[in-house]
């Protein structure tokens, strides 16, 4: 929902319209805000899933309408994943696929080769790096993702590929600028549905707590994600062999004005990471897994 007051509640009417007009037999919130509490209850489903009613400093506006009860997390896990899982374990349902798995297409995979030939890539022997996120207190600054990429290429030989969204063109053109490793950009040249196929070519992927670090999870690449005040207990990669730097805690405030404290979005403690810690980690995690690329 964006715009004005006006036009936000204008999208919510007509949502709530078209919803209703379906006549679901169920709703699941794994949303669990004012808004989607709202949406559940006025939507007609007869089975509702949504959380267990927290404490809330207005109850009266805090419309909880479900009547199938979730946990706050689900499966016996603490992982954030299992949050949004946990409406499912109180249907009843087994959970058979514990992690997320993405078996890109053929026809995205063909794609993504392709592209590695363009730029003579060789499968497995490069490096994704993704500089991007939601807020800028989760960028690892761009000037420090180009020395640790300097180190690693020097130490490896591997290549390197800036993956991103079209946004994110200004922190790519700041490590072009600064690395001295020649690196492929494809930072909003590479469409979303060929992202995963390209990731599960990589060697391995490093890039801030965001979308794409937990794509290439999904597709097997092992990951070195950089954390700040998020807990990466909580809210890391998972079903791979994976790394999370993140800075000594609690952190000391380095973003100014941007800060705001305990918001995890609002917090810039990934800024601390040291250039040297970051490439270690990616070097030990390659010697970790040499050789597990070519056994899948």
Known sequence: MRGTPLRRAQELIVTL?????????????????????????????????????????????????????????????????????????????DLHQRVPAIEPSSFQTAKALALLDKFHLRQSAFVAVHAGASFPGRRWQPERFAAAIDRISAETGLSVVLVGSPDEREAAEKILATATTPIVNLVGALPLET??????????????????????????????????????????????????????????????????????????????????????????????TEGLEAAV
């Open 195 to 288: 992202l995963p196929a390209l990731l599960q070519q990589a060697r391995l992927f490093l890039g801030n707590d965001s979308g794409p670090m937990h794509m290439a999870a999904a597709v097997g690449t092992p990951v070195v994600g950089l954390f700040g005040l998020q807990s990466p207990v909580r809210w890391g990669p998972v079903g791979v062999q994976s790394i999370a730097v993140r800075p000594a805690m609690p952190c000391d405030c380095v973003g100014g004005d941007l800060c705001e404290r305990p918001d995890p979005n609002k917090a810039c403690c990934v800024w601390r990471l040291e250039v040297d810690t970051v490439a270690d980690a990616v070097l030990q995690l390659l010697a970790r």
């Open 17 to 93: 319209f078209r919803l209703r007009r379906s006549r679901f037999d169920m709703a699941i919130d794994i949303t669990d805000t004012r808004t989607s509490r709202f949406i559940l209850g006025l939507v007609g489903a007869r089975v509702r899933a949504g959380y267990q009613a927290g404490k809330s400093p207005l109850p009266w506006l805090d419309l909880r309408s479900a009547n199938v009860k979730a946990k706050p997390f689900g499966y016996g896990e603490r992982h954030f994943l299992y949050r949004y899982l946990s409406p499912l374990e109180a249907l009843g349902i």
